[in-house]
């Protein structure tokens, strides 16, 4: 369980590489500790959730998921 915060923190959840977020061209990206992208998520709306975003700046492990709770 991740939390964001509305200051581009994370609550609960956060670690090294999953630091702070923020929102970029529309996708979720999450900045490791030392401020350097980790992973992007963006909207797949077939599938009512956030799917990592592969790409030659992402550092994360392809495949990722998130699945929001309202």
Same mark, same amino acid.
């Given at each position: 369980?991740?939390?964001?915060?509305?200051? %581009?923190?994370?609550?609960?959840?956060?670690?090294?590489?999953?630091?702070?977020?923020?929102? @970029?061209?529309?996708?979720?990206? +999450?900045? &490791?500790?030392? %401020?350097? =992208? *980790? &992973?992007? +998520? @963006?909207?797949?709306?077939?599938?009512?959730?956030? &799917? &990592?975003?592969?790409?030659?700046?992402?550092?994360?492990?392809?495949?990722?998921?998130? =699945?929001?709770? *309202?």
């Amino acid at each position: 369980m991740l939390t964001l915060l509305d200051d %581009g923190e994370i609550g609960a959840g956060g670690n090294e590489n999953e630091y702070t977020w923020r929102v @970029k061209h529309g996708c979720l990206e +999450f900045l &490791s500790e030392d %401020g350097r =992208l *980790y &992973s992007r +998520f @963006k909207i797949d709306r077939a599938n009512g959730r956030l &799917s &990592s975003v592969v790409g030659r700046d992402v550092r994360a492990v392809w495949g990722q998921y998130l =699945l929001p709770q *309202y």
